[in-house]
């Protein structure tokens, strides 16, 4: 896996870090990731994915709904929002690979109330891991690694692999948070069996 940390605390710019990296390598780490979250829902139940957490710190101000701004997530809410960022920055980054411009974002987001079921979270899963290599396999065998935009002033100028890499980073920020729901979904369930 990349160092996100470090790009986290700035001691390594984006496209540093990709540097070298390629169509191979973005494949595996996205396989490294999906495998990793797996990995954190591996012994959850139905009942988990529903579970509401305890997060003091929550806040959404992108929420749909003002009033969900400070709702806690729970475990689908966090699999269908991390993927569908993902699936953005890959939709983008093959653009960017064909030497197109970039116009507008391309995300779509499934409605995290429809995620009731731990069989959701890693259908999910395993279709964002699908989605993803697709658009790899979109890129040209020589990707326009030259085509570069701006998606915020804190990235800079980024190209096709550092646009692929930030969806990878963004799912990176959420598997902390997935950890924490899981731990506190096991926890509820302990207490309820010893109630």
């Not at 396989?31 to 954190?40: N, Q, R, S």
């Not at 979109?138 to 692929?164: E, K, Q």
């Not at 799912?171 to 109630?195: L, M, N, S, Y």
Request: hydrophobic letters at 45%.
């Amino acid at each position: 896996m990349l160092d996100f940390q470090a790009l986290k605390e700035k001691r390594v710019k984006l496209m540093d870090l990709v540097a070298g990296l390629g169509p191979d390598d973005l494949r595996r780490l996205t396989d490294e990731m999906i495998d990793d979250m797996l990995a954190a829902i591996a012994d959850c139940t139905d009942e988990d994915v529903v579970f509401v957490p305890e997060d003091p710190a929550a806040d959404d101000p992108y929420a749909d709904n003002a009033a969900d701004a400070d709702l806690a997530w729970t475990l689908g809410h966090v699999i269908v929002h991390t993927t569908a960022s993902a699936e953005e920055s890959a939709a983008l980054a093959s653009i960017l690979a064909r030497g197109a411009e970039i116009h507008g974002r391309s995300r779509y987001e499934v409605p995290w109330q429809s995620v009731t079921t731990i069989a959701q979270c890693r259908q999910r899963l395993e279709e964002s891991r699908r989605m993803r290599h697709a658009s790899l396999a979109m890129w040209p065998d020589s990707p326009h690694l030259d085509n570069c935009y701006a998606p915020s002033l804190s990235t800079g100028a980024i190209n096709c692999v550092g646009r692929f890499v930030l969806g990878l980073r963004h799912d990176w920020d959420h598997i902390g948070q997935i950890r924490e729901i899981v731990r506190q979904a096991k926890a509820a369930r302990q207490e309820t069996v010893f109630a």
